[in-house]
């Protein structure tokens, strides 16, 4: 089992950063930091400054939040974090230490 730090960027659908989708450029920074992975988590509905957003039958696309969502050593995590902003983001975060293991593992 490993200590760690669990970042997560809170992204709308379909927003873009260098033309990419903005979750493939957050994982190229990622790997860049050696961070080894991430998922990106699109939610059904979601709450914040731009007021409620809900899926539906005739939603049309781009404007479900998303979580895209990193574990990895604490010192990489920051990084990850200050390059996002050094580009120019403004992405509203999170962290939290994680314990990371593999059941079955000795």
């Known amino acids: 089992m490993s200590l760690g730090l669990c970042v997560q960027f809170f992204v709308r659908e379909g927003a873009r950063q260098d033309g ?26 979601g709450y914040g400054r731009h007021g409620l957003v809900e899926d539906s039958f005739f939603e049309l696309g781009g404007r479900l939040p998303e979580t895209v969502e990193f574990f990895g050593e604490q010192d990489k995590i920051e990084r990850l974090i200050d390059r996002v902003g050094q580009a120019g983001l403004k992405l509203v975060y999170l962290t939290y230490p994680v314990r990371c293991g593999i059941t079955g593992a000795e």
């Open 20 to 45: 990419r989708p903005i979750h493939e450029w957050l994982f190229e920074q990622a790997k860049a930091e050696g961070i080894p992975g991430g998922s990106v988590f699109r939610a059904s509905a």
